[in-house]
Nanobody, 124 residues
Framework: QVQLVESGGGLVQAGGSLRLSCAASGGTISNYGMGWFRQVPGKEREFVATISRTGISTYYVDSVKGRFTISRDNAKNTVYLQMNTLKPEDTAVYSC?????????????????WGQGTQVTVSS
């Protein structure tokens, strides 16, 4: 059973930066496509970024392109989301996910394991 634990969330002013981490246990993430998603109350979980098993390929939702960077350190079994130039509309609970049967995906239904999430709040 793969467990994912996110950290690094918090309160930041608009224009600031945060770095989220997702530490995995019970599995080797080098075998998994990984993704970050976010959710605000009353809305569906939204795709943010995904990365292939090797880290060569990355994809982002248009609203974060040029501001967010997903990366992975397979030796540390950890995935990161560097978030720069944060905006109030980035406020959400951010969760990482692991896809065991394929590589990257924008579709949340393709992921098998999820973390509990970490709150990111951006003040204006």
């Amino acid at each position: 059973q793969v467990q994912l634990v996110e950290s690094g969330g918090g309160l930041v002013q608009a224009g600031g930066s945060l770095r989220l981490s997702c530490a995995a246990s019970g599995g080797t993430i080098s075998n998994y496509g990984m993704g970050w998603f976010r959710q605000v109350p009353g809305k569906e979980r939204e795709f943010v970024a995904t990365i292939s098993r090797t880290g060569i390929s990355t994809y982002y939702v248009d609203s974060v392109k040029g501001r967010f960077t997903i990366s992975r350190d397979n030796a540390k079994n950890t995935v990161y989301l560097q978030m720069n130039t944060l905006k109030p509309e980035d406020t959400a609970v951010y969760s990482c996910a692991a896809r065991t049967r394929g590589t990257w995906s924008r579709n949340r239904d393709d992921y098998d394991y999820w973390g509990q999430g970490t709150q990111v709040t951006v003040s204006s």
